[in-house]
C-alpha cells in the first residue's frame, strides 16, 4: 500500500453511509479510518462555519492499530470504550457528562456521556455522517500523522496545523464538568 492508495481510499474513496446500520461490514483488521459530516448545516453554526471557510466535511482521520471494528465502529462511532471522536462530536453537539463522573478515576480525561445522551449522539451519527477505511497489514502512526497535517480535519486536535480552538474551550468544559471543577 503506497501513501498515495491510502489518501485516495479516505479522502477521495467510496463511503458509507449510516454507519452504525451499515458498519457490519468492518472487519477486524488493522487500518486507517475518516470521517465525514454529510450535511455541515446540521452542525452548530461555528463548527458549520469553519468547515465552509475550510471548503470540506471532513471531521476526523484516524488509526487503529488493532481492529477497524474495535476502534472505529465499536469506540468512536458508539462509544462502547473511551474514544476521542465520540467525546469530541458530543461536546460539539452540546452534551455534557456527568458532574464528577471523572472524580475517582486514574485517567482524568476520558469523560463519558450518560446512557441516554450515549444513546442520541449515536443515532445522530448514524444519519448525519459517512465513514471510508482502508485496511493495512501493519499501520504507522506517520502516516496518520502526515494526512492530519495535510488536511486538518476538524475534530483533530493533535498535529493539526489549524487547530479549532471553539473545540478545545468545549471539551476542556466538558472535563471540567467530569472532575468536578465547574
Known amino acids: ?19 452504525i446500520t451499515n458498519g457490519n461490514v468492518i472487519e477486524g483488521k ?3 479510518y475518516s470521517i465525514w459530516i454529510t450535511n455541515t448545516k446540521k452542525l452548530p453554526p461555528v463548527f458549520h462555519n469553519e468547515l465552509v471557510r475550510r471548503k470540506t466535511n471532513l ?4 488509526i487503529a492499530s488493532g481492529s477497524l471494528l ?12 473511551p474514544a476521542t471522536f465520540f467525546r ?18 486514574k485517567n482524568q480525561n476520558n469523560y463519558k456521556f450518560n446512557i441516554e445522551n450515549t444513546k442520541a449522539i449515536v443515532e445522530w451519527i448514524n444519519h448525519n455522517l459517512e465513514i471510508a477505511f482502508h485496511y493495512c497489514p501493519t499501520t504507522d502512526s ?3 500523522i502526515t494526512l492530519i497535517k495535510k488536511y486538518g480535519p476538524l475534530l483533530n486536535w493533535t498535529h ?8 478545545k474551550k468545549l471539551k476542556d ?3 471540567a464538568i467530569a472532575r468536578n471543577q465547574i
Do not use: W
Not at 59 to 62: F, K, P, V
Not at 73 to 79: A, F, K, W
Not at 162 to 167: A, K, V, W
Open 1 to 19: 500500500m503506497t501513501f498515495q492508495e491510502l489518501e485516495k481510499t479516505l479522502i477521495k474513496g467510496k463511503r458509507i453511509l449510516q454507519p
Open 30 to 32: 488493522e487500518g486507517y
Open 59 to 62: 471531521l476526523y482521520i484516524g
Open 70 to 81: 474495535k476502534r472505529l465502529y465499536l469506540q468512536e462511532l458508539q462509544h462502547r470504550n
Open 88 to 105: 469530541s462530536i458530543g461536546a460539539v453537539l452540546g452534551y455534557r457528562p456527568e458532574p464528577g463522573s471523572l472524580a475517582d478515576k
Open 142 to 144: 506517520t502516516i496518520e
Open 160 to 167: 493539526n496545523p489549524e487547530p479549532f480552538m471553539p473545540l
Open 173 to 175: 468544559e466538558c472535563r
